[in-house]
């Protein structure tokens, strides 16, 4: 069983352009969190995403950045016009119910490797 | 490969007990250590550990890093309910979006 798939790895913008990240979750997961990690500052939810529904996006900057977790294919995190604040390691997870519900067990999301955004 | 490891996977304990998570890690180019609380919603961030020896502190929390030894350990002192959660500990590597390795993480319960 293949775990969380995220590409590219690595992604290098210039300020202005677009970036596209993709989550593949593991297989039977249909729901996703996308988080991004700062130097500094730990790991910060950004969106949970049910299949083609939108759960919680409290963590989301109102502008620019887009989600979505279509019914067939891997989740899409974008963000248009990128900045250079927007450099980060940004990291996708899955999970096989929903956390609402609190853990119910010590693996209840499941971590993709991440992409490594830089924008020049 | 890179190896983070949590003790116990779970744990229950009354109010106003101590508890001691432990974490060892075996990192690649190991630059911190995070310890992250998981509740309902999605992680969040508690600690970064970079230097060894040095206690870190947030109310009832505390974390120290030993880098000789490879391990960590988060302490709550006063135990209330609302600590109940999933604690995770991660190790960072550094550099690249593949540095990030988490355990399985520490499933504490507190009891009334």
């Known amino acids: 069983n293949a775990g969380v798939m995220q590409n590219p790895r690595h992604l290098v913008r210039r300020r202005g352009q677009e970036a596209r990240l993709r989550c593949s979750p593991m297989k039977g997961h249909s729901h996703v969190y996308w988080y991004r990690q700062l130097p500094e500052e730990g790991l910060k939810f950004m969106v949970y995403?049910?299949?083609?529904?939108?759960?919680?996006e409290s963590g989301m900057p109102k502008e620019r950045f887009s989600a979505e977790f279509p019914k067939e294919g891997p989740s899409i995190l974008r963000i248009q016009q990128v900045v250079r604040g927007d450099s980060a390691a940004y990291f996708c997870?899955?999970?096989?119910?929903?956390?609402?519900?609190?853990?119910?067990?010590?693996?209840?999301?499941?971590f993709g490797p991440g992409t490594r955004l830089t924008v020049l | 490969e890179d190896k983070v490891v949590q003790s116990p996977l779970s744990l229950v304990v009354h109010e106003g007990d101590t508890v001691t998570l432990n974490c060892s890690y075996e990192?690649?180019?190991?630059?911190?250590l995070l310890w992250y609380k998981q509740e309902k919603k999605a992680p969040t961030f508690l600690f970064m550990l970079t230097s060894s020896g040095i206690e870190k502190k947030s109310g009832r929390l505390s974390s120290i890093l030993d880098k000789k030894e490879l391990f960590s350990i988060l302490n709550i002192t006063a135990t209330q309910t609302g600590d109940s959660a999933v604690y995770l500990c991660?190790?960072?590597?550094?550099?690249?979006?593949?540095?990030?390795?988490f355990g399985k993480g520490t499933h504490l319960i507190i009891q009334p």
């Open positions: 990192v690649t180019n190991f630059r911190s």
């Open positions: 991660a190790g960072f590597s550094g550099g690249g979006a593949d540095g990030l390795t």
């Open positions: 995403l049910q299949k083609e529904n939108i759960i919680d």
């Open positions: 997870a899955s999970s096989p119910r929903s956390l609402a519900g609190g853990p119910s067990g010590t693996d209840t999301q499941y």
